[in-house]
Structures are given as structure tokens and as C-alpha cells.
């Protein structure tokens, strides 16, 4: 079964300081994957996606991830941090099946950004 | 115009009563979901509907009845609540089955069982 790993619960950072979220999956064929963020009170929006090509992506609001496929890995990162990416930010991915439970997106636990003035 | 909407967005209600919650998309999407977010913010998908047709049913209580009445609505009946049901509950749409593409969220159903 699919699952993805956040390692970070809480990250606390000051204003102007770099960003790396980690992010890992678990799953044997091709992968689609995502990151989402979550502003207090509002509702998921999508940052980012990878589904093939250049594994760099960029993002909106300054956010990219890189997909490195032997590590099982898709770290979300922001050079310079703003107050204003105080969020929860939440890793997905879904199988290259279409359709069925093989296409459902798995989230993970998300990390909670908590950046300060 | 909200892309996807539910009402209501808060919901107080007692233990043993039933309610719903509604969802709309007017994005055109084929399929549209149910996820729950627990206390700890964890997301798990609940079910998937593609074209008025259940196409996901993860393990959820039978309490639980989703229903589609067209592409463009989703609505989740919940029948005798429990204090565990307590939960944000978010609808989403996606132009392709299985969430392939981009979910697009609404925003959330706070869902207080007392």
C-alpha cells in the first residue's frame, strides 16, 4: 500500500530564513506527486505537482520541489521564507493507475509552518 | 463563484442525531471526493464518486452514506453520530478519476459532535 512520510511536525522559522520540508513515499511503480497547502481556516490549495519530466518543479509563491526517484523522495523548499507562508503544508502522492483505489491520493500528515515576523 | 462549495461550513449537533453536509462543484469535474481531516490534521480520502458512480469507499463506517444525485453534487449523510465523528470535512473535485490531477477543495464542513 501507498504511504507518505512527513518528517517534520512542526517547523518554526524567522522571516528571510530557507525552507526544507521532507517528504517520502512508498510506492513500487510510477508515481504522481503533489504538495498542498493548507492557510489557517482556509481550504487545501495546490502549490505544486509533479507527474514526469524535469523532477525540479516549480511552484506558486516562490515554492519548489525536487523529485529524486531513488531516494523515494519529494522535498518542498522556499530560499527565503515570509510571514505570510504560515500554513500547514501537506505532501500527496497517487499511483500512475488511473482510476479505482489505485488512483486515490494518499496524504501525509502534513507539517505545520510557523513562520515568525 | 466558489469552485467547489459545502454547506453548512459549521455543524454543532448532539450525539445519535443525523445530518448531511452538501457539496457543489461548477468546475465541470467528472469525479468528486469526501475527505475527513482528524484534530491532527491528517486527510484521508472517505470516498470517490465519478460520474454519480462510487468509484472509492475506503474503510468508513456504513453511518457514513454518501450520495450523487448528479456529476456536480456530492452530498454525505452521516447517521448516528459519535463523539469520533467530530472532524473537518472537506469535499474536492477533479477533472480525472482517481485523483490523478489536481484536487480542487472546498472549504471544509467543522463537524462538532457533543
Known amino acids: 500500500a501507498q504511504s507518505v512520510s512527513q518528517h517534520n511536525h512542526h517547523v518554526i522559522l524567522s522571516e528571510a530564513a530557507s525552507l526544507e520540508l521532507g517528504c517520502n513515499y512508498s510506492?513500487?511503480?510510477?508515481?504522481?506527486l503533489f504538495w498542498y497547502v493548507q492557510y489557517p481556516g482556509q481550504h487545501l490549495q495546490l502549490l505544486l505537482k509533479?507527474?514526469?519530466?524535469?523532477?525540479l518543479v516549480k511552484g506558486i509563491k516562490g515554492f519548489e520541489a525536487e523529485f529524486i526517484k531513488s531516494k523515494f523522495s519529494f522535498n518542498l523548499r522556499k530560499p527565503s521564507v515570509q510571514w505570510s507562508d504560515t500554513a500547514e503544508y501537506f505532501c500527496?502522492?497517487?499511483?500512475?493507475?488511473?482510476?479505482?483505489?489505485?488512483?486515490?491520493?494518499?496524504f501525509g500528515k502534513g507539517t505545520k509552518l510557523s513562520v515568525k515576523p | 463563484d466558489t469552485a467547489v462549495s459545502q454547506t453548512p461550513k459549521y455543524l454543532v449537533t448532539q450525539m445519535g442525531n443525523d445530518k448531511s453536509i452538501k457539496c457543489e462543484q461548477n468546475?465541470?469535474?467528472?469525479?468528486m471526493y469526501w475527505y475527513k481531516q482528524d484534530s491532527k490534521k491528517f486527510l484521508k480520502i472517505m470516498f470517490s464518486?465519478?460520474?454519480?458512480?462510487?468509484?472509492i469507499n475506503e474503510t468508513v463506517p456504513n453511518r457514513f452514506s454518501p450520495k450523487s444525485p448528479d456529476k456536480a453534487h456530492l452530498n454525505l449523510h452521516i447517521n448516528s453520530l459519535e463523539l469520533g465523528d467530530s472532524a473537518v470535512y472537506f469535499c474536492?473535485?477533479?477533472?480525472?478519476?482517481?485523483?490523478?490531477?489536481?484536487?480542487?477543495f472546498g472549504e471544509g464542513s467543522r463537524l462538532t459532535v457533543l
Open positions: 474536492a473535485s477533479s477533472q480525472v478519476a482517481g485523483g490523478v490531477g489536481e484536487l480542487f
Open positions: 468546475l465541470g469535474h467528472d469525479t
Open positions: 509533479y507527474f514526469s519530466g524535469d523532477p
Open positions: 464518486y465519478n460520474n454519480k458512480e462510487l468509484i
Open positions: 510506492y513500487g511503480g510510477t508515481v504522481n
Open positions: 500527496a502522492v497517487t499511483g500512475g493507475n488511473y482510476g479505482g483505489s489505485q488512483g486515490n491520493l494518499i
